[in-house]
Structures are given as C-alpha cells and as structure tokens.
C-alpha cells in the first residue's frame, strides 16, 4: 500500500466530503437557526442539477449555465420557504417531517413533468482528463476543480458568518432564538435569507456533482441520509461542525470502501472478506455516528452553550 | 386390433374435450415490466422499443391473434415491480409476463406470475437459481444465462493469456453470478474481487485501487448507469491507456457507447448477438429497428425482439389456445421461430443452449461507433446449474 494510493484516496475523500459540506451547512443553519427538519432539502440539491442541466444546453457554457442555476434555486428556496414551509415553524418536528416529506414526494413528480426522469449535464471537455500531480499520481482534472469550489465556498461561508453583521445574527439566531428575537432582529428576513442560501449551496453541489454522477430524480435522497448524518455528528447549527462532519464523513466513507476488504483479508478467507468488506463499509459513517453520539450528544462543536 | 380401434375412438374423444374445454381466446395480453426511469432506463427501454417492434411488424398481433402489451415501470425498485407483477397476473389477467432487466427486480417479482401458472419470458435477467435448483416450467429465458457472458469473458482473457486480473461487479445476485462465471472459465491469478453497491455512481475510490494494484487486465460488470459512470471516470483518470478493460456485451453496447463516445473504440466484449450477424431474421431486425427508432439496435433490443418471436411462435403453435398453459409450454420448448442470434435451442432449465463470441467496437462504414463481431468463443454452451434442476 504505497503513500500515493493513501494520498489518492484522501483527495477522494476530501472532494466527496466538500460537496457533502454544502449541503449540510444549509441544513444545519435551517436545522439550528428556526429548529426546522427540512426534509425536502434534497430536493433542492435535485433542482440546482436540473436547472444546471437546462441552463448549460441554453447557455452552452458550463460556467454560465452553473451560475445561472445558483441563484435560480436560491430564488425557488427562498419561495418554497414564503409559501409553505414559515407555517411550519410552530409545528412539531414529526409535522414538519410529515410536510416535508410530502413536499419531496410532490417535487419529485414535479420534476418528472417539467424534465422527464433524468436529464444531461456532461463534463466540460477542457476537464474530463487526468492531470499529474505527482509523479506517479494522476488525478482526474474535474475532482479538483470539485475540491478547490468547495475550499472556496467553504472560506466564504467562514467569512460570511464569521466576519459580517449578517453573520453575527445567523450565529446569534443559531444559539439562542428567543433571545435574537428579543433584541429586535428581523427573525422572518432572517430566516427567509438563509434558507435561500441554503438553497444556493444546493445548486452549487447538485450542479458540480452533476457530470460525475448522474441528473435524475429521487438524487436527493441518498445524499440527504449523508448530510444528516454529517449534522448529527457536527453539532446541529454549527457551520465548522458541518465542515469537519462532512470531511470526516467522506474520508471514513472513501476510505473504508478503498481499505477495509484489504483490511479484513489480512484476517479472513478472501471469500469472507470481500462478502463483508463493502458491507462494512457502508455501516462505518454510521458507527461514528453512534460513537459521537454516545460520547459528546452535543455533536463534536454544538452551536448552543 | 379391436382394442387398437377402441384407443384411437377413446383419445379422439379425450381430443375432442380437450379442445372444447381450451377455446382459443380472441385476444392475448402480455404484461411487460422494466426499468424505464434513472440511469439504468436506457436498458429497458431498448427491451420494451424491441418487444413493440416485433409486435408491431406482425401487425399488432401475437401469434396471429390481436395483442394488447400492458407496459409498466419499476423505477428500478424490486418493490415496483412486484406490485405491478401482482397487478398484471390478478388483475389484468394477463396470458404472459416478460420485460425486467434486473435480478434481483426479477427474484422479487416473478414468483407472483409462478404461482399463478402464468409463464414469464425473460428477455434478459437469468439468475443462477433460477437455473439449478429453483428451475421453474413457467420460466423461459430468451437471453442467455446470467453467467453466459462473463464465462464468454473469462475464456478470452485465458485466451489472451492475461496473468493477473481484477474483478469489479455489484453486490447482488447477478453481480455474484458474473464473477463466479469469469472465474470458472479464467486459469489466471485474480488480483482482487470487489464488489460495490448497486446503483453506485462514483467509483473514484475503486478507481484508486485498481491503479495501485497494476493488473494486466480489468474486468467489470456494470450494467447501465453504473458503467457509463464507471469508463467515464476510468478514462478521466486516465487508467484507460494502462489498463486492458474486458466487459460483458452489454457493458459496451450502445446504452453505453452513446454517452461515453470515442473513449469505446477498440474494447473486448462478450455476446451472443450483435448487430452485424449475417441471418435473415436479424437483417430483418436490424434494419427495422433503426428505421423505426433511428438507433443501432443493443442486445436488450435484440433480446426483447427474441422474447416477442418466442411468444408469437408458442402462441401461433398451439393455435391461440393459450389457455392450455401446458401446450403452450411445450410449443415455447420447441421455440420454432427465427432467432435474430441463429439457431439456439433450449436446455432442460429452460435456459438456451448457443454460441457466444468476441466482439469490438469499431466504426461501421458510416462512421458509427458499432459492436462488431470478431470470433466465435463457445459453441453450444449452456450453463453450468442445469444438473441441479429437476425438472424434465
């Protein structure tokens, strides 16, 4: 096992783990600032792809067709949040579960109408080769165009939240609303605001992933189950929890399905290695969940005190 | 000599009921059950666009009688598609079931039509069990079995004398059949076996693996979706120029060669079908297949062709009474019709007994990216669970 496959894998980690983090950082805002379950926040990972994909064909750049899809879905966000999703607030969360789950179902179908089951977005050609970046280590060019969006997002988002007024009040709202609210902060602009960039982060890995894997219905989900459990070992409100949750989780992911059967074969017959190999792997994300949980309920960096 | 009299009096009469109680019907139904949606959908649709050609050549008959096909989607969801089996046989009463891609929508779903006694022809899954022990008489597989292929596979990497190979396939049912079958056929060392999710999309982690492993050969099975995904990124890495990959047929046909483009040319399969074989039937086909849909015609289109002239022909030999489940059964057996892959014949699992062999993809003479056949690897090959079956 040679230093440049584990530095491989890392970087593999690393992109999957980035684009995880864009998705968890709007749910953990939405989760933490209005103690929302937005189920349906696959569904705007799914509507960034599809809008990206209908974009690029109209633009016929990548480019312009991404950026067009980002504010698009943070307009259609911020529209599911004024029409449906505020009446949800005062609600428990098995409603809002119930509610959002329903909305994942309805735009599911609604995509179906409007694009059909799946539609293209290819990969620009100028990056579907491989790139060296070491001797011995090629990378595919576009997994680094992936990792270095998501660096960059990431810093944003820090300085954003971090650094600016408006950040100060997702931090305020995120660890303590009621007082927020009682120091006069506009909790309704607030609100409808971050849940539009939440929906922006979306379109943002919907449409990066989008020529690697595939524009369909139902993508959501699957990833969705990921982001989650990113939240849950973050710290729900926490936007470094979301970013070391989310790396942490496409590391122990890329890694275990890379390591673990070379593991267990050192142990076990070939047979029984490369039966539980894979199965294992995919539990990994979730045993840690387990452990965090046990160890710190809090999640790793909690938003409240 | 009287008692010879009375017999021949005696099964004229049992005859004659027999006819009485079995009426032809007027119309046949055929449910047809795929996987029309998500990544893998280009798969199914080229079974059910094959099937309605047939059909539709026939003049939307059946076996001379007018044919109503009831298609339906399983969303890829074995769950899907054992409802819409539940439907089609108790509901729509339906004389036959064909149509799935997958295994394990397959396991799931034709047990409802078994119960029933309605038979299930299958235009491509054709599980292991389903050929050993678990053979069933109202199963017929107009494809091919479920290892067929990789053992196909497996010979001509023998044959080229690969050394060290690395096996990659998805954690199922058919998944384990087609390394099994590789294997059984393949005399070299095997570098790895992995196995992955299915439906899984980013292979970039296995990608990893095969480059530090420097096999002298790959081998996956990874149909739709899951392939397109899998060479693309095999390319992007850059693995392509280093490593020989060997696919099973359908891992480079035209579901397949449409999205990934030049990145095809010049890579091994193994079929039973391709489109340049030189029969009546399948000039026939191919010609009608590309003037209706525009396309070059895959082996799920060809299957599903096949699996419609199988039905047609069972349905024409028992002269529409298809009622009779065991004379249509019988006259399926005998599967007298033109086959678009040449004469095959069926095993006593019901499963056929063909040649197989070695194609690649090249341009035709209109410049098209094509699966072209190249050599013969097995002659009448059947599979290797059939003494595992029972049944006569």
């Known amino acids: ?305 | 000599m009287r008692s010879k009299v009375l017999g021949t009096l005696v099964a004229a009469a049992l005859a004659a009921v027999s006819t009485l109680s079995a009426e032809a019907a007027d119309r046949i139904k055929i449910g047809f059950i795929s996987t029309l949606s998500g990544p893998s959908a280009a798969l199914g649709v080229d079974i059910r666009d094959g099937f309605q050609l047939a059909v539709k050549m026939a003049g939307g008959k059946v076996g001379g009688l007018p044919a109503e096909v009831l298609v339906g989607d399983d969303q890829f969801k074995p769950e899907v598609g054992r409802q819409l089996a539940e439907k089609n046989v108790r509901l729509d009463k339906v004389n036959f079931l064909t149509g799935m891609v997958f295994s394990n929508i397959m396991l799931a779903s034709v047990p409802v039509a078994f119960e029933s006694k309605v038979i299930y022809v299958s235009p491509n899954a054709a599980p292991s069990p389903f050929a050993g022990k678990q053979c069933n008489p109202y199963l017929f597989v107009a494809s091919w079995p479920n290892d067929a292929y990789h053992e196909a596979a497996g010979q001509h990497a023998t044959n080229r004398g690969y050394k060290n190979a690395y096996l990659i396939a998805p954690n199922y049912q058919a998944g384990k059949d087609s390394l099994t079958g590789f294997k059984r056929f393949y005399k070299g060392n095997v570098a790895a076996e992995v196995y992955t999710q299915l439906g899984q999309l980013d292979y970039s982690a296995e990608l990893a693996q095969v480059r530090a492993a420097k096999p002298d050969a790959l081998y996956i099975f990874l149909p739709g979706g899951m392939g397109i995904n899998f060479i693309k990124q095999f390319v992007a890495a850059g693995l392509s120029k280093d490593v020989p990959l060997i696919v099973p047929g359908f891992g480079s046909d035209q579901d397949i060669i449409r999205p990934v483009g030049d990145a095809m040319l010049g890579l091994f399969d193994t079929a039973h079908w391709a489109p340049d074989f030189d029969n009546a039937a399948n000039r026939k086909f191919v010609a009608a297949f590309e003037k209706e849909y525009k396309r070059i015609p895959s082996v799920f289109a060809a299957q599903g062709y096949d699996a419609a002239l199988l039905i047609d022909a069972a349905v024409r030999d028992v002269k529409g009474k298809v009622e009779d489940v065991e004379a249509v059964r019988k006259a399926m057996k005998a599967a007298r019709f033109e086959s678009v892959r040449g004469a095959f014949k069926f095993n006593r699992n019901q499963m056929p007994i063909q040649n197989y062999y070695l194609r690649v993809v090249a341009r035709d003479n209109q410049g098209r990216l094509v699966n072209k056949t190249i050599g013969t690897i097995f002659k009448d090959h059947g599979d290797a669970y059939v003494q595992e079956c029972e049944m006569k």
């Open chain 1, 1 to 305: 096992m040679s230093w440049i496959l584990i530095l491989e894998q890392s970087l593999n980690g690393l992109q999957f783990g980035l684009m995880l983090f864009l998705l968890a950082a709007g749910l953990t805002l939405v989760f933490g600032i209005m103690d929302m379950i937005n189920l349906a926040h696959g569904s705007l990972y799914m509507l960034g792809a599809f809008l990206a994909s209908t974009f690029v064909q109209l633009t016929g750049s990548f480019l312009a067709g991404v950026l067009l899809a980002i504010p698009a879905t943070a307009v259609l966000g911020m529209l599911l949040e004024v029409s449906i999703l505020r009446t949800l607030y005062t609600r428990d969360h098995l409603s809002q579960v119930l509610a959002t789950f329903a909305l994942i179902l309805i735009i599911n179908e609604l995509v179906r109408l409007v694009w059909g089951s799946d539609a293209a977005l290819p990969m620009p050609a100028a990056l579907s080769g491989p790139v060296e970046l070491l001797p011995g280590l090629r990378y595919p060019a576009y997994r680094l165009v992936i990792i270095g969006v998501g660096l960059a997002v990431a810093l944003v988002l820090y300085l954003l939240v971090a650094k600016t007024r408006v950040g100060m009040l997702v931090r305020a709202g995120a660890s303590n609303r009621e007082m927020a609210l009682a120091m006069g902060v506009d909790i309704k602009l607030l609100f409808t605001l971050v849940f539009g960039a939440g929906a922006a982060l979306c379109a943002v890995a919907g449409s990066m992933l989008a020529p690697l894997l595939a524009v369909q219905v139902g993508m959501g989900e699957n990833i969705l189950i990921l982001a989650f459990v990113v939240i849950v070992i973050g710290g729900i409100g926490s936007i470094r929890g979301a970013l070391v949750g989310a790396v942490l989780v496409g590391v122990v992911d890329t890694i275990g399905r890379a390591f673990l059967p070379i593991l267990l074969g050192a142990f076990f017959q070939p047979r029984v290695a490369s039966a539980a190999g894979p199965a294992l792997a995919s539990v990994m994300i979730y045993l840690i969940m387990a452990v965090v949980l046990y160890f710190r309920p809090q999640g790793l960096f909690p938003a409240r005190g």
